[in-house]
Every structure is written in C-alpha cells, then in structure tokens.
C-alpha cells in the first residue's frame, strides 16, 4: 500500500511527466524545486524524488550548481529514439495486419479524421498530441504487452521531437498522408507491406526532425 509520500511523489511525477509530454516543459529548459512546490502544493521531499526518476527515465538531467532540466535534443539522441521506433513501430503495424483486427484499424480511421481537422486548422500543438495518439494506438493494437509497455516510456522523449519536426512548413500535410497510407497498408492485411510503410515514415520523420534542428549535416 502506498504511503502518502509515495502519492505525492507519484502526483509530482505525473505533473511534471505530462508538461513535458504536451510541450509545456520545453527541451533545455530549467526546473525549479521552488516552482514545483508552489504549483503543486508539497513539500521538496516529493519533488526531489520525482525529478530522480524522472531523470533515470532519462527525461531530465541535473546540473551541478544550477539544478534539473529537461534534456536538450541532440542529433545522437534523435537518432538512438529513431532506430528504436522503426523497429517497435515496424513490428506493432506487422501484428496488426497479422491479426486481421478490424476494430482497432477503425481507431485509426477515426484518429486519421481528426488530424485531418488538426491540419486544416493548423494547430500543430494539437496535431502532435494526435499523433501521437496515432503511434500509441498501433502499439496497442498490437496487443504484445512488452511493445506497449516500451512504447509508452518512449512517448515524452517521441512527443518533445515531433513537435519540432511537425513545425516544418509542408510536413504536417505529408505527415497525415503517410498516417492514410499506413492504416491502407495494415488494412491490405498485408504484414510485410504494413512494416515497410510504417518504417518509411518514421524514417522521414527522422529526417524532417533533423533538418528543423539543423542537425541533417
């Protein structure tokens, strides 16, 4: 049973996991102890505690003398999180097609017509929150508990670089078009052709998320 300091460390962890999540919380960007208390209403313990989990999550990383951050993007982060999403990725959208499941493709139909509002409005805030509602539910769908499970830890670190590679003037449009043709390619039950598209896409993603950061040198 947990005691209340494990709920309040829990309710710090959760706070300061979502700001960084939704973009709140922005890369390099300084946290404060002081700032988290007062916004949360508890005492250091709580925070001090959250933050060292949060940094063997590897979302924040301490700096002697100044304190805690949220980590900044570089070029071998973005890379190492890349190579590991195609291979998660890849699999989730191969064992969807494999299992032929005809609810979970209309998730992603439904999610599709979302982004497609989200695109027309141009509100890439909102767009990124979708998609990775997108990238989630075919890790769900996959129904492999280990591929869910190391999927949801990647989120925040996925959520921080696609908002970068979303603000790209022309990758919102063809970001949802590869998002039709991955449902499309899982939908053809084809489990060959799902992995391949869906690992083309995120290869893209990859570099649209470089040349933003002006790191496709």
Do not use: C
């Not at 973009?23 to 916004?39: A, D, N, P, R, Y």
């Not at 996959?142 to 790209?168: A, D, G, R």
Request: no cysteine; net charge positive.
């Amino acid at each position: 049973m947990k005691t209340e300091k494990d709920i309040k460390t829990d309710k710090v962890f959760r706070y300061v996991f979502d700001s960084i999540k939704n973009g709140e919380f922005t890369t390099g960007q300084m946290l404060t102890e002081s700032g988290i208390v007062k916004k949360l209403g508890v005492s250091r313990t709580p925070v001090r505690e959250a933050l060292r989990r949060l940094e063997k999550y590897g979302l924040v990383e301490s700096e002697p003398h100044k304190g805690v951050k949220v980590i900044s993007i570089t070029k071998e982060r973005i890379t190492d999180l890349y190579q590991v999403r195609e291979v998660l990725e890849g699999l989730g959208a191969k064992l969807i097609a494999m299992n032929r499941n005809h609810e979970q493709v209309g998730k992603l139909h439904a999610i599709l017509s979302q982004a497609k509002k989200a695109v027309e409005d141009d509100d890439i805030e909102t767009l990124s929150s979708i998609n990775s509602s997108f990238h989630l539910e075919i890790a769900k769908a996959s129904h492999n508990t280990y591929l869910v499970n190391i999927f949801e830890t990647l989120q925040s670190h996925i959520q921080l670089v696609m908002l970068t590679s979303l603000s790209n003037k022309d990758r919102p449009k063809e970001n949802l078009k590869e998002h039709k043709m991955i449902v499309e390619a899982i939908e053809s039950w084809d489990p060959e052709l799902a992995e391949a598209i869906i690992k083309g896409h995120v290869r893209r993603a990859y570099r649209a998320a470089l040349k933003k950061l002006n790191l496709d040198e």
